[in-house]
T-cell receptor, first 111, second 114 residues
Framework: QKEVEQNSGPLSVPEGAIASLNCTYS??????FFWYRQYSGKSPELIMF????GDKEDGRFTAQLNKASQYVSLLIRDSQPSDSATYLC???????????FGRGTSLIVHP | NAGVTQTPKFQVLKTGQSMTLQCAQD?????MYWYRQDPGMGLRLIYY???????DKGEVPNGYNVSRLNKREFSLRLESAAPSQTSVYFC?????????????FGSGTRLTVV
């Protein structure tokens, strides 16, 4: 089992819809969770991080963490074509500061 | 504010040639990292440096060496390039010991070994 799993996609949603990206992890001791956005040909860019169970909102983005079920999600409200990118989930285990990255989910927002 | 600067952006090497990828950050971060990214493989850690003067192997260190020259600079050297090292290389930095462990990435180096 991979440590951090993401559906590679592509996930295709219409403009204005909610895009839901999911990530599961295997280590129950994981404590820090990150979402990065990577446009084609560019470097990853940190967009959200979350440490506590529940939701964390930042503009159109909401990160959701459920440690009991070992998953973390990213919701993008009012999706725009400019949100089309690959979204990487990263997880840090307790006692470490090195994240394990998932392979990313490709999101396509079509007009 | 430049963030993390990588050079060069593109490079073509012949098998057996050597080269050094340069990385510098101006955010006063303690930790620096080198990753490679290949299609279908995601980001894989090559080497990292928790602080000035220390370096450690990551997931895929074979064929690479690193130098943490000072707090700002962390270089990656390929001593004898192989086609399997064709990849996109990213340098990253982060502040350790605090609540936010998020990375700032450089713009990447696209390396082709022929």
């Amino acid at each position: 089992q991979k440590e951090v799993e993401q559906n590679s996609g592509p996930l295709s949603v219409p403009e204005g819809a909610i895009a839901s990206l999911n990530c599961t992890y295997s280590d129950r001791g994981s404590q820090s969770f990150f979402w990065y956005r990577q446009y084609s040909g560019k470097s990853p860019e940190l967009i959200m991080f979350i440490y506590s169970n529940g939701d964390k909102e930042d503009g159109r983005f909401t990160a959701q963490l459920n440690k009991a079920s070992q998953y973390v999600s990213l919701l993008i409200r009012d999706s725009q074509p400019s949100d089309s990118a690959t979204y990487l989930c990263a997880v840090i285990r307790g006692g470490s500061y090195i994240p394990t990255f998932g392979r990313g989910t490709s999101l396509i927002v079509h007009p | 504010n430049a963030g993390v600067t990588q050079t060069p952006k593109f490079q073509v090497l012949k098998t057996g040639q050597s080269m050094t990828l340069q990385c510098a950050q101006d955010m006063n971060h303690n930790s620096m990292y080198w990753y490679r990214q290949d299609p279908g493989m995601g980001l894989r850690l090559i080497y990292y440096s928790a602080s000035e003067g220390t370096t450690d192997k990551g997931e895929v260190p074979n064929g690479y060496n690193v130098s943490r020259l000072n707090k700002r600079e962390f270089s990656l050297r390929l001593e004898s390039a192989a086609p399997s090292q064709t990849s996109v290389y990213f340098c990253a930095s982060s502040q350790t010991g605090g609540a936010d462990y998020g990375y700032t990435f450089g713009s990447g180096t696209r390396l082709t070994v022929v």
